[in-house]
């Protein structure tokens, strides 16, 4: 009987379609069937004959399967789903036949009947394993092949023959949109090795098997290699004109965020990621375990993955602020599972709030008693700001004046601002914003360091880093967009670069950074090696299996275009205005000895800039940030949604007026100490 036959046979049958405890009644039956047969192949093998005399133990034939079936539903062979069938299945059925055995000699043995040749029983275990588990492997593999997938193009390559890979396969091989038809491993030791039928290559051999096979797809399968080496190897697949996709990482793997099938497209930290440094766990815990946090834009990029590694380390309390109430729902939900996850006592607060409330503020660091704030509040898309100037100033260095002056009221220990490589030397608003925000801290760090009478003070210190991988405003979510819908991919310039560094590391660097704090340390992170943008967007085309459209390829699938650079947007950034750089006991982490201003000329700049903003007039503003921000010169293509005005009047009292004369009476208090 050839398989096309039994194919059509089961098929009228249709197996398939019936329902399981059918199924189970069919197995059941077969091996009511199958179990004699194996007896009377077993004593034809011994005797030699297709005809051996059986008259004088007959009995033998319907006590075989009466003592087998009851074990095999006792070990629940009959619950296994066949077509999943796997190793444990199998040993369930070698131990039920070696068992079935073992009672049936004894019978025989007991009963006192002669001419039961010993030998049989052994004959009769083997073809007893080979007839019930191979029926079985059978019924496996008709069932695969029904299910088997009719489009070839989804005919993949794993990389990666370890416990993940082979994981993977299980996976794939029951699905009905993949044929996984190769393993590929760089391990030696492993290459011409057979798993589960399928064949481990080296990865020389892929353009050859792409070509043999008509693979589409390789999927990654090394969770727990370094990030160094899934970069070269993301690198080598590259050129070869396949998709090239990926499971999830280790620590989702472990903490149950994924599981191994979740296959998803390569991670843009597999591209430019680096390997983190092992974190400083006394750095890491001394401004937050068993102390009330603070996070300020806490559903922001940077803000929610503060919120991720500090609720690990153990805080007494964790406030998440955040202006947005969607963002603030969604990571307020995941922060509790988080504190599920670890196991931690942390009480989770969630609060609205605007950082420009300093009443609100001040009565929220009050209330909770806070030791620890981490200012990510800010907005710092770089075109939107260009065209929202006075939301950028309210929010930007209000919104971190009035934070501060919280924090400094209250006594808080520690406020860490989260800072840009894009306030050195700015040449749009975000960044004039953000580095007369570092000058307010600068400022009131001298106040506190000249004043005599305090026991306990703020400790204020900034961190400055560039571009974080897969933040709001990253141009690699944007890049994925364009290629799924066929391109073009917008590049603004051919020349542009950035440094780039995942959200994860540059949150615990922060971390760390903030814990290392005397007071007004601008601390500057090492982002490693700048990033060309373009090659980056070329790598995500080939990594889809993709081919760039260009005047030597005019065939090609994606086209790159370029824009030309947005209003305020720079060909390289940097991270330090001078020269100056400490290290620090952080491999990572310098020390920039940054120029300040005394509070009292902060407060007189403020009292303008407030003045300015309450007309709404962008070109005061403009002249006021680049009169004092070092190397800003001012746009002269901003286009404010605002009417501009450039009368100031003068008269208008304001709140920093108030903050001027409590500051005065602070300093007042320091010449003349009670």
């Known amino acids: 009987m050839n398989t096309d036959y039994l194919s059509m046979l089961i098929n009228k049958l249709a197996l398939e379609k019936l329902p399981r405890s059918a199924k189970r009644l069919i ?6 069937l199958i179990i004699p047969l194996a007896l009377w192949s077993a004593f034809c093998l011994r005797l030699g004959t297709l005809t051996p005399d059986i008259s004088v133990f007959w009995w033998m034939f319907p006590l075989a399967p009466l003592i087998s079936i009851p074990l095999f539903i006792r070990m629940g062979l009959y619950h296994a789903v066949v077509r999943f069938m796997g190793t444990d299945a199998m040993y369930a059925v070698l131990k039920g036949v070696t068992i079935s055995t073992l009672l049936l000699a ?123 080496r899934r970069r070269a190897i993301v690198e080598e697949l590259e050129v070869l004109p396949v998709h090239v996709r990926t499971i999830p990482g280790m620590d989702d793997l472990v903490y149950g965020n994924a599981e191994v099938n979740e296959v998803r497209e390569v991670d843009i930290e597999d591209l430019l990621g680096r390997d983190a440094v092992v974190p400083d766990a006394l750095l890491l815990e001394q401004c937050i375990r068993h102390k009330n946090v603070m996070v300020t834009g806490a559903g922001g990029s940077i803000g929610s993955e503060l919120c991720r590694q500090i609720v690990q380390l153990g805080p007494k309390c964790l406030i998440l602020y955040e202006l947005s109430e969607y963002a603030l729902y969604a990571i307020n939900n995941e922060i509790q599972k988080l504190k599920e996850t670890y196991k931690q006592s942390t009480k989770i607060i969630s609060l609205l709030g605007n950082v420009q409330d300093q009443m609100h503020l001040e009565k929220v660091m009050r209330t909770y008693n806070v030791n620890t704030v981490y200012h990510a509040a ?69 106040q506190i360091s000249s004043s005599k009478n305090q026991k306990r003070y703020t400790r204020f210190c900034m961190v400055r880093f560039g571009n974080v991988l897969g933040s709001s405003g990253s141009v690699v979510p944007l890049f994925r967009e364009q290629i799924q819908n066929g391109g073009p991919v917008t590049v603004t310039h051919p020349d542009i670069i950035r440094y780039f560094m995942t959200i994860p590391e540059a949150a615990q660097l922060v971390i760390q950074a903030g814990a290392m704090g005397k007071n007004g340390e601008v601390f500057v992170l090492d982002m490693g090696e700048p990033v060309k943008i373009l090659d980056l967007a070329k790598q995500m085309v080939h990594l889809t299996g993709l081919s760039i459209k260009d005047e030597k390829n005019p065939d090609g699938d994606v086209e790159i275009e370029f824009t030309g650079l947005r209003p305020g947007e720079k060909l390289y950034e940097e991270l330090l205005i001078g020269e100056n750089a400490a290290g620090t006991q952080h491999p990572r982490i310098m020390q920039a000895d ?47 949604h605002y009417i501009n005005h450039s009368t100031l009047d003068s008269s208008n009292k304001t709140s920093i007026d108030d903050n001027i004369i409590e500051l005065n009476k602070n300093t007042a208090n320091k010449n003349n100490p009670t």
Do not use: C
């Not at 197995?27 to 009511?32: E, Q, R």
């Not at 019978?107 to 029983?121: E, I, Q, T």
């Not at 070509?211 to 969770?223: F, K, V």
């Open 378 to 446: 800010a907005y710092k898309h770089v075109p939107l700001v260009e065209h929202n100037i006075v939301e950028a100033i309210k929010n930007n260095i209000f919104g971190t004046f009035h934070a501060a002056l919280a924090a400094k009221n209250t006594n808080v220990e520690t406020f860490v601002l989260i800072s840009t490589d894009k306030a050195v030397r700015p040449t749009n608003i975000m960044g004039a914003t953000k580095r007369f925000a570092e000058l307010i801290l600068q400022g009131l760090t001298k």
């Open 594 to 640: 940054e120029a300040s201003l005394p509070i009292e000329e902060i407060m007189q700049i403020l009292n303008k800039l407030e003045k300015a903003i309450q007309q709404y007039a962008i070109e005061d503003i403009v002249k006021i940030l680049s009169t004092y921000v070092s190397g800003y010169l001012g746009n002269n293509e901003i286009k404010s």
């Open 106 to 228: 004894t019978l025989v043995l007991l009963s006192g009947v002669k001419g039961v040749p010993r030998s049989v029983f052994f004959i009769y275990w083997g073809v007893a394993v080979l007839y019930i588990g191979g029926t079985r492997l059978l019924m496996r593999s008709y069932f695969y092949a029904l299910t088997r997938p009719k489009n070839t193009q989804n005919i993949y390559a794993i990389y990666g023959a370890g416990e993940s890979g082979i994981q993977l396969y299980h996976a794939l091989r029951h699905s009905h949109e993949a044929i996984p038809v190769a393993f590929v491993d760089d391990d030696k030791s492993l290459q011409g090795s057979v798993i589960q039928g399928v064949k481990v290559y080296p990865p020389l051999m892929l353009p050859t098997l792409i070509a043999e096979y008509g693979i589409s797809q390789i999927l990654l399968a090394m969770p727990s290699v370094s990030r160094a």
């Open 27 to 32: 197995m059941l039956t077969a091996d009511m």
